[in-house]
């Protein structure tokens, strides 16, 4: 036993006392290390994992915050869906309501009633702004789901799963 105890010993005396100190604040047992090289390469990957997993969750808080925006598009576009008089069930998506907007719209602007194609351009106008938004959040996911999914491959690549 008492071998056993010394070759143990032996192995943390070949690590340093400062890379001791980040193994033990990381929850690792020294025990578990041989080298110091082992120990280094160990605590860069779990360094690497730690900022991967802050990354995602600072990720998922800016995707709560953009669902807030969509939830505001939404919201823009069935009011002026109602402005025009469309009727809408609860569960229609934004890209139905803006097809929906846009075939009233091109119905009010062929008409021959001067009013009318006012009310389509300024109608036109609102859902510019509306389209625009709602294509610069969808951009914005697809753009943050990427780099999640980049974030997790390179997180497997650092770990050799």
Known sequence: M???SSIS???QNNISSSTKV???????????VSSESEA????????????GTQQQVEQKQESTSR??????TLAD????????GLVLNNDTSVDEILSQIS???????TSENPS????????????????NSYNSIQSSQQNMYSAMNMMSINNKYSLNL
Do not use: F, P, W
Request: hydrophobic share 40%; proline share 0%.
């Open 22 to 32: 980040k193994l033990e604040s990381l929850g690792i047992n020294i025990s578990t």
């Open 40 to 51: 280094q390469s160990l605590i860069d990957k779990l360094k690497a994992a730690k900022a």
């Open 103 to 109: 075939t009233k719209i091109r119905e009010l602007s």
């Open 116 to 131: 009318e194609r006012q009310m389509a351009q300024a109608y036109q106008a609102q859902l510019s702004t509306i389209s």
């Open 9 to 11: 010993n032996q192995k």
């Open 67 to 72: 669902s807030t925006s969509e939830a505001d």
């Open 2 to 4: 008492a071998d056993i």
């Open 77 to 84: 576009a069935k009011s002026l869906a109602n402005k025009m």
